[in-house]
């Protein structure tokens, strides 16, 4: 009586497959994709930047900052305003020292409004203040 089913469980246990190795390949391919993923910092909206021929494309751009064509700024994808900007690139400049800040400005953009927000970037102590341009 006992051989029968003995024979009965070691047939259970083969027809049991082990999903360890395999779910642990998984995850470790999950995790490597998530690691070497490039992610793209935005500032809030879609600038449409002036060509320029002289234009360079700058890495590690920490601090985004846009300007609308109407004037609107956008720090991280929320609308500020433009006596805030100041306290919001200390903040952001707190976070990341080495941090640079890059100024998404639109072509109908007015120049009053790139000054200011220029200013209020190196008030806050960024002085690596760039204008972003389109490659010609």
């Known amino acids: 009586m006992r051989a029968p ?21 998984v995850f470790i391919m999950l995790i490597f994709f998530i690691v070497t993923a490039s992610f793209v910092k935005e500032a809030g909206i879609d600038v449409n930047r002036p060509e320029a021929a002289t234009a ?12 609308s064509d109407k004037g609107e700024v956008w720090i991280n994808k929320r609308r500020v ?6 306290a919001n ?12 800040v890059v100024i998404q400005a639109d072509k109908k953009a007015t120049t009053d409004t790139l000054i200011k927000v220029m200013d209020a970037s ?10 972003a341009a389109q490659e010609k």
């Open 5 to 25: 089913l003995a024979n009965l469980m070691q047939e259970e246990e083969q027809e049991n497959i082990d999903l360890t190795p395999m779910l642990d390949v």
């Open 56 to 67: 360079v494309k700058k890495e590690r751009a920490s601090i985004l900052v846009a300007i």
């Open 81 to 86: 305003d433009i006596r805030a900007v100041q």
């Open 89 to 100: 690139i200390e903040r952001l400049k707190a976070e990341n020292p080495q941090g640079s």
């Open 122 to 131: 190196r008030a806050a102590g960024a002085y690596d203040v760039s204008i």
